[in-house]
């Protein structure tokens, strides 16, 4: 983002990113409870903001690790529900819809994790800058977060990576390692993960215009 500022706690429209975020699951009755990893000297104002927001399903805010892994897997240690689904802060406009459709998918199939088909070509490109290979466009998919598991299964998909020293992308990865098959469920455009600054004014019109609609 190239501010001093983390990218969660950016202002979109005089509120924090993250607070937007944790609306969404906030009003969702889907949703029994949150916690909310973030660094230690961050959990200060985040549990001021939680409380000044009204955030009653926030039950616990904690210190992540040094990788995001380690992070979820210690929110993991946390929750206590039978189900898990994990997302990324700086992703406020997932809806609700989509939310709940990737939730139903995993209790179906063991796992799921909203995406959206690639709309462009993509190469594979080499150290040196030369194109190597067109992988054929219907075939791929851009993952985005939630992404849905039983939460036993993906506890033990965190400790075999840590035990085999295998780190993960994603929490999808680590499940597809122990052999679980996972489901994909096609979201939309709009879950944008807001990352740079081009991405930050995009969300202030998405916000608006989300506004606006409500009026």
Known sequence: MGTRESKQ????????????????????????????????????????WIAQYGLSKVVRVI?????RQQSVYKGLMEIGTDWVMV???VRPFVEPEHVEACFRKAQRSGAAVLAV?????????????TIEATPDRRSLWAIHTPQAFRLSELK???????????????????VERMGIPVAVVEGSYTNIKITTPEDLEYAAFMLN??????T
């Open 9 to 48: 706690y950016l202002l979109l429209e005089d509120k924090p990113i993250i607070m937007h975020t944790l609306e969404v699951f906030e009003r969702m009755p889907l949703v029994q409870e949150i916690v909310l990893v973030t660094g230690a000297e961050d959990i200060e104002r985040c549990t001021g």
């Open 87 to 89: 997302h990324d802060g």
């Open 117 to 129: 088909k690639v709309k462009d070509t993509i190469k594979q490109v080499s150290e040196s800058g």
């Open 63 to 67: 210190p992540g690790g040094s990788e």
């Open 209 to 214: 215009r989300k506004g606006e609609k409500n």
């Open 156 to 174: 033990k998909a965190h400790e075999q990576a840590e035990a085999e020293g295998f780190i993960g992308t994603d929490d999808s990865m680590l």
